[in-house]
């Protein structure tokens, strides 16, 4: 349970946020916790204060801190090899993390996985797989979308200026279509809508100023993560699929926020009917150890050697923290607990936004959940300060919160978590409420 001893931060903490202040870039951390230790939900920051985590820093620690299970298995890897050219020659950990995220992921056609260290890096990797495979440049991206801050990936990213502000010109060739985000529908009337917002590729992006066999991919993510939490409709993934059967445009799902049991799935896009062809996750992978992977159907392989590569990507170490991260989300049925909590979450999230006037909308699935805070529940106008008034009154109960989008707390717990530990965080956050709204 968390335990708050000190007003956060401690005088310990304070000491590491200065040096932080003088020696790094980014200094301007969203909260002032210095995290020591971890152990299942809560975080232990080094001043003693103990508290619960809602966000498994930012979808990371699906299986929890400091899993027994991972903390051997890593270990054990220590023990033999960490690293040696893991694109270079050959290894086994890295054949069998391959092989089994080849069977766990959508589709039952042959697959081969591209490694990486990183969520951005993941894309980079399907953007160059679609456009060499394609042998064209155009790509279709979301507004709303986050899919990395590298050069490449950021062209594709689209929820917030800054990412982009400081870094223009970017890749070119790349178009934005409006998501499906029913809540702000830019196209009006959702429920007679047919997803327009899926079908405006075709009636206006290929008709008017963009020739489909000139798209190399089309890539979106299956809920909206840093864009605010963004479920997308029912058959709003089923009619961006049609479109790209078509036009024979390979569909990349970046999975890399959803992916792996976060929304009670193992993989975000199967609850849609709809199987992409290629796929990046990255995050939870290696629950903490760097590591990223593209998925894709073979048919998209690079062809020959040296067209893209990298040092690290499948090292034995980082392959053997995800290879134990994926058995033990399946034999511990964290997919499945996160089905189970996050519906647990939702009823009493629900009740918050009957009660709390500036709450919008709760969304979400499974485990990756999102409240919306608004000034004017019919206008839907964003309230940018209040998000930040109960993330930080929520710290000094002990509950650590992150922002998305421009007006969302997210709420995203370790897939491990039990209803005592939920009911916790959710009183923290219904006290915060009530005081601040
Ligand atoms: C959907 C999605 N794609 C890509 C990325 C980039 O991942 P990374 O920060 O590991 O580069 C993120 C990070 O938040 C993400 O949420």
């Keep these: 349970m968390p335990l ?27 909260s002032p916790i210095v995290a020591e230790i971890g152990k299942k939900c809560i975080l232990i920051d080094i001043d003693g204060n103990e508290y619960l985590d809602f966000t498994s820093g930012i979808s990371v620690a699906n299986i929890g801190y400091q899993h027994p299970r991972l903390k051997a298995a890593i270990k ?7 690293h040696f050219a893991p694109q270079d020659f050959y290894n086994e950990t890295q054949v069998k993390l391959a092989k089994i995220l080849c069977e766990i992921s959508p589709g039952t056609f042959d697959k081969k996985v591209f490694f990486s260290n990183s969520g951005t890096e993941s894309v980079e990797a399907a953007l160059k797989l679609a456009r060499a495979q394609r042998n064209c440049l155009h790509v279709i991206a979301f507004i709303g979308a986050f899919h990395g801050r590298t050069m490449g990936s950021l062209a594709l990213t689209a929820s917030k200026p800054i990412h982009r502000r400081e870094f223009l010109p970017l890749l070119s060739n790349v178009t934005h279509v409006p998501y499906g985000n029913c809540y702000h ?9 047919g997803f327009y917002c899926a079908d405006y590729i075709e009636d206006v992006i290929f008709r008017t100023f963009l020739p489909p066999d000139k798209v190399a991919a089309i890539i979106t993510e299956p809920i909206q993560g840093e864009g605010g939490m963004v479920v997308p409709p ?4 089923e009619n961006i699929r049609k479109i790209c059967d078509e036009h024979q445009v390979p569909l990349v799902m970046d999975e890399v926020q959803a992916g792996l049991g976060r929304t009670g799935k193992m993989f975000a896009i199967e609850h849609w009917n ?10 939870s992978l290696g629950s903490g150890v760097p590591i990223g992977a593209t998925i894709f159907n073979s048919k998209y392989n690079f062809d020959e050697s040296g067209m893209h590569s990298n040092t690290f990507g499948g090292n034995p170490l980082a392959c053997a923290a995800a290879f134990e991260t994926i058995k033990i989300l399946q034999e511990e049925k964290l997919v499945e607990n996160s089905a189970k909590m996050g519906k647990f979450f939702m009823k009493r999230l629900k009740e918050f936004e009957n009660d709390y006037e500036p709450i ?9 959940m999102g409240i919306e805070f608004v000034k004017d529940k019919k206008l839907k106008t964003p309230d940018l300060e209040l998000p930040k008034k109960i993330m930080s009154a929520a710290l000094k109960k002990g509950l650590i919160l992150l922002p998305a989008g421009v007006s969302v707390i997210r709420i995203m717990p370790p897939l491990n978590i039990d209803e005592e530990l939920a009911t916790e965080g959710l009183n923290i956050l219904d006290e915060v409420l009530k005081e601040s709204c």
Excluded: W
């Excluded at 529908?185 to 809508?193: A, N, Y």
């Design 4 to 30: 708050i001893k000190i007003p956060p931060p401690g005088p310990k903490s304070k000491k590491i946020i200065e040096m932080d202040q003088k020696y790094l870039c980014n200094s301007t951390k969203v």
């Design 76 to 82: 054990k890897q220590l023990d033999k090899l960490i």
């Design 185 to 193: 529908c830019k196209f009006e009337s959702p429920s007679e809508c």
């Design 234 to 237: 029912e058959g709003f993934h």
């Design 274 to 283: 709809v199987v992409p062809d290629i796929i990046t996750i990255a995050k």
């Design 360 to 368: 919008g909308q709760v969304r979400g699935k499974g485990l990756m």
